[in-house]
């Protein structure tokens, strides 16, 4: 059975500050899928990332980045320099190959302050 | 491109009724899932069909069901339905099955009363 845990419940930065978002999984599969969206308060997830498992190459984005670890089973998010509108729950999930069924973490709520 | 759109957005039921919900995916994609987000359970996998048929299921029970339509939309509906029903379900939509990114829509309050 596969799992996501993110142990973080919610964190709380001021503006400008870095901050990063542990994700940690548990898969039997060699091949799979790892993923974070983000979850604003009117409650659309939407999708950050998509990375599969051969693939440990780490990613950035804008002032997102992401670090994929198969060696500890993490797949951590980074946010440089974070934003009030960064303020949301995010959310890292896990498809094993030959289905689309995501495995959700239970969350992580960030708050960013002025 | 248009998204994932569900209807309608919110409902409020009273127990024992039954209601049907239902999703229309991004345009091309043929894959659509739902899931159920509760406070307490967070997200949990409900049902995902790929070309009509039904490839997996969550651990729901039977009350819940689905199906998909040629067109690629999607309904689900539960019957009977009991005040821990209330939650937001979310529907997602995919090109294929495997690991392919799932876009969501903005998901159906439903509140059982």
């Known amino acids: 059975a596969q799992k996501v845990t993110q142990a973080q419940t919610e964190i709380s930065v001021v503006e400008k500050e870095d901050v990063t978002l542990d994700c940690v999984y548990e898969t039997r599969d060699t091949t799979y899928y790892l993923f974070w969206y983000k979850q604003p308060p009117s409650g659309e997830l939407v999708f950050l990332i998509r990375r599969n498992s051969f693939d440990e190459q780490n990613e950035i984005s804008g002032r997102y980045s992401w670090n994929f670890q198969k060696s500890t089973s993490s797949f951590n998010f980074t946010i440089t320099a974070s934003q009030v509108v960064d303020s949301a729950v995010y959310f890292c999930?896990?498809?094993?190959?030959?289905?689309?069924?995501?495995?959700f973490g239970k969350g992580t709520m960030l708050l960013v302050s002025p | 491109k248009a998204g994932v759109t569900q209807t309608p957005r919110y409902l409020i039921k009273t127990r024992g009724q039954q209601v049907t919900l239902s999703c229309s995916p991004i345009?091309?994609?043929?894959?659509v899932s739902w899931y159920q987000q509760t406070p307490g359970q967070g997200l949990q996998f409900l049902f995902e069909?790929?070309?009509?048929?039904?490839?997996n299921k969550g651990n729901f029970p039977g009350r819940f069901s689905g199906r998909q339509f040629s067109n690629s939309r999607s309904e689900m509906n539960v019957s009977t339905l009991e005040l821990g029903d209330s939650a937001l379900y979310l529907c997602?939509?995919?090109?294929?099955?495997?690991?392919?990114?799932?876009?969501f829509g903005p998901g159906t309050r439903l509140l059982v009363l």
């Open positions: 997602a939509s995919s090109l294929r099955q495997g690991g392919e990114t799932q876009y």
């Open positions: 069909y790929f070309s009509e048929t039904q490839r």
């Open positions: 345009s091309g994609h043929r894959s």
């Open positions: 999930a896990l498809s094993e190959a030959g289905y689309s069924t995501l495995t």
